[in-house]
C-alpha cells in the first residue's frame, strides 16, 4: 500500500470555521449588494461544508480500515461462519451421542444384580486356565493346616479346576493377596484360614454371590464362627453355605463306597482332616471328584501341588478328623435338596 504524507488531500480542503478567505475584488460595473447583517447565509453555507466533510472523514476512515481489515485477515468474514457452523455442528453431534449412549446403557444394562454377578463370574471361567492335573498319588504326610509357599512367595493363585457340580475357581491361603490378612483381627490367614477359603471357593463357583476369602474371614468373624488361635468352628460349613444358596448335609455313611457315590451323583465334598500326620487343630479341604481310576482329586486350599496329585478316597476317609459336631467331619454339598447319605 502507497503511504501519503496527507491521506486526505490539502489542496481543496474547506477553510477552518472562523477563518474566511478574502473575496476577490468584483469586476468594473458589477453593483456590490450588501450582505445581511446577521450573516445568516454565510452560517449555512459553513454548516453544509463543515457536515460535508465530517462525513468525507467519516467514510475514508471506514474505508481504510475495511481495507486494512481485508488486507491482514482477507478470511476474517469466513472464519467467524465457519467457527460459528463448527460450534453448532458439535453440539449436536454431542447432544446425539449423549441420547445414543444412554440409549445403549438402558437396552444392556442388566436387569438384577445377580445377573450381572453370574455374567462375571462366567467371563472369570473362560479367561482363567484350568489346573494342570497328574496321576501322581498324593501322600497324606505332604497335607498339612498351614500353606506349602511355592519357591515365590508373592504367589497369586487365578486357576479353575474340575469338580462333580462343574467348574472350581481355586483360592489359596499363601495367595499374597490376603495371607497376611487378619482372620478375627488376630490370626493369618495364611495359617487359619482354610475355612473360609474352602468356603469362598464353593460360592465363588456355584452361587450367584462374589466373595473373596477376606470378605468370608469377616463374614464369618461376624457370624460366630471364627475359633481364636485354632480357625473355625465346624459350624462354618453348614452355616455358610445354606446362607449362600446351597445344600448342605452331613455325610454320616463315611465309608469310601459311599463317598464314591455321592461324588458321582454330582455332589462334592468338604472334609476336616485331622489324624496321623495332620495338624490337632484339622484341616478342611473339598474333595472334588473322581479320578478315571477310581482316586479322587481334591482343592487344598493350604496346597497347589496336593490339588494337582491323585488322592486314595479310603486314605482321605481314614483320615477324618474325629469330630462330630456341626455335621462334620464329612459334608455333601450340592445344588438340589437331595439327601446327603
Known amino acids: 500500500m502507497a503511504k501519503h504524507n496527507n491521506r486526505y488531500g490539502n489542496k481543496n480542503r474547506a477553510p477552518r470555521s472562523g477563518r474566511r478567505r478574502i473575496p476577490p475584488p468584483p469586476p468594473p460595473g458589477t453593483a456590490i449588494q450588501a450582505s445581511p447583517a446577521d450573516g445568516s447565509q454565510d452560517k449555512k453555507k459553513r454548516s453544509k461544508t463543515e457536515r460535508l466533510l465530517a462525513g468525507g472523514i467519516l467514510t475514508a476512515v471506514l474505508a481504510i480500515f475495511v481495507s486494512l481489515l481485508i488486507y491482514f485477515r482477507p478470511s476474517f468474514g469466513q472464519d467467524v461462519f465457519n467457527a460459528v457452523k463448527d460450534f453448532c455442528r458439535n ?61 515365590q512367595e508373592d504367589a497369586i493363585y487365578s486357576c479353575m479346576l474340575d469338580t462333580a457340580m462343574g467348574p472350581l475357581l481355586y483360592y489359596n491361603q499363601g495367595d499374597i493377596r490376603w495371607k497376611e490378612y487378619l482372620y478375627g483381627g488376630r490370626d493369618r490367614l495364611a495359617k487359619y484360614g482354610c475355612g473360609p477359603v474352602c468356603v469362598s471357593m464353593l460360592i465363588n463357583s456355584f452361587t450367584p454371590f462374589s466373595v473373596t476369602p477376606v470378605e468370608l474371614a469377616d463374614w464369618s468373624a461376624a457370624n460366630g464362627y471364627y475359633a481364636p488361635q485354632s480357625g473355625s468352628y465346624h459350624g462354618l460349613i453348614p ?103
Open 91 to 151: 453440539t449436536r453431534e454431542q447432544i446425539t451421542n449423549l441420547g445414543k449412549n444412554q440409549e445403549i446403557a438402558e437396552t444392556t444394562a442388566p436387569e438384577t444384580d445377580t445377573a450381572q454377578t453370574e455374567a462375571s463370574l462366567l467371563e472369570t471361567e473362560e479367561e482363567l486356565p484350568y489346573m494342570d492335573r497328574t496321576a501322581e498319588l498324593g501322600n497324606i504326610s505332604d497335607m498339612g493346616a498351614e500353606p506349602v509357599y511355592p519357591p
Open 239 to 341: 452355616g455358610s453355605l445354606t446362607s449362600f444358596g446351597l445344600q448342605v448335609e452331613s455325610v454320616t455313611d463315611r465309608t469310601p463306597d459311599n463317598a464314591r457315590n455321592l461324588l458321582s451323583t454330582g455332589h462334592v465334598l468338604v472334609a476336616l482332616m485331622g489324624r496321623g500326620a495332620l495338624t490337632q487343630n484339622g484341616h478342611f479341604i473339598i474333595i472334588a471328584q473322581l479320578s478315571r481310576d477310581g482316586n479322587v482329586y481334591i482343592a487344598d486350599p493350604a496346597s497347589y501341588e496336593n490339588s494337582t496329585k491323585e488322592w486314595d478316597l479310603a486314605l482321605l476317609m481314614n483320615e477324618l478328623k474325629k469330630s462330630y459336631d456341626s455335621g462334620g467331619p464329612l459334608w455333601a454339598v450340592s445344588f438340589d435338596s437331595g439327601e446327603g447319605g
